[in-house]
């Protein structure tokens, strides 16, 4: 095959005389390219399609589905306790830490006084810690259960 015969990608080719010229598209663009799991974990993205977006606003207003392939987040009642467990695994080293820092650093503080102030600086960290852990839960159960659950009625049907 010869160079002459295919210009490299995105280069212009030439046309009819007096008509404009063809631009060819790269073959992969990173717009095709699905995005990593960890990069959606951190963006808090749908864990199938890795694009639409979990929460609607900057709380704990979740979608109930996904905007972009339709994912349904909450695939049963209570679906959402198993992020306790993640959400419990990030809050108690940071309360902790905090809490023995202040005992170690004032030791004539009492350790209740010491929790109190560490649940009160700990206070702003609550929604993103709950926002992660729904989202890391959301993909924990996805890796582990990929397909959607059938509900009693509808496996006799």
């Known amino acids: 095959m010869n160079m002459t015969d295919h210009p490299p990608e995105g280069t ?73 467990y993640f959400s419990y695994a990030m ?7 905090m809490t023995l820092l202040q005992k170690w650093r004032s030791p004539e503080r009492s350790m209740a ?11 702003p960290l609550v929604v993103p810690i709950v926002r992660f852990s729904r989202v890391l839960w959301l993909h924990f159960d996805r890796f582990f259960d990929p397909q959607d659950r059938q509900t009693p009625a509808s496996k006799s049907n």
């Open 12 to 84: 212009v080719q030439g046309g009819e005389p007096g008509s404009p010229p063809a631009v060819s598209a790269p073959a992969n663009t990173a717009a095709e390219e699905r995005p990593g799991v960890v990069h959606s974990i951190f963006t808090m993205r749908c864990p199938e399609c890795r694009r639409g977006k979990v929460f609607a606003n900057l709380f704990l207003k979740m979608n109930p589905t996904c905007p972009v392939c339709g994912l349904k987040f909450e695939r049963e009642p209570g679906y959402f306790l198993g992020a306790m």
């Open 113 to 123: 006084s010491c929790i109190v102030v560490s649940a009160l600086v700990f206070i």
């Open 91 to 97: 809050a108690i080293p940071p309360l902790t830490a």
